[in-house]
C-alpha cells in the first residue's frame, strides 16, 4: 500500500484510500485527515476538523449508494458537486 508523507511534522503518514487516473485519496490511521488530489491540475485538498469529518460522511455516503463506481468517479463528484475543489491549493 501506498503513502504519503506530508512535509510538516504536524501531520502524520496518510496511506493511499483509493486511486484512479485523475484522483487520489489519502487517508490518516483514524481516518480524521484526508488529502484529495486533483492531479492532472495539481490540486490537493487537505481536510481536516469539520472538513474531514463531512468529507467522511460525504465519501462513505457516495460509496453506499453507488458501490460500482470508480475511484475517478467517487472522487470526481466530492470535488466538483461535493464542493470540496475549493479547499484546493496548488501541491503534487
Do not use: C
Amino acid at each position: 500500500m501506498s503513502t504519503f508523507q506530508p512535509e510538516s511534522d504536524d501531520l502524520p503518514a496518510l496511506a493511499l484510500l483509493a486511486e484512479g487516473v485523475e484522483f487520489s485519496l489519502f487517508a490518516s490511521e483514524k481516518k480524521r485527515i484526508y488529502r484529495l488530489s486533483f492531479k492532472p491540475d495539481h490540486q490537493v485538498a487537505l481536510l481536516q476538523g469539520e472538513d474531514g469529518a463531512r468529507f467522511q460522511t460525504d465519501h462513505a455516503t457516495l460509496v453506499a449508494q453507488f458501490p460500482n463506481w470508480t475511484a475517478d468517479q467517487t472522487l470526481a463528484q466530492l470535488w466538483d458537486q461535493g464542493g470540496y475543489s475549493w479547499l484546493a491549493t496548488e501541491g503534487d
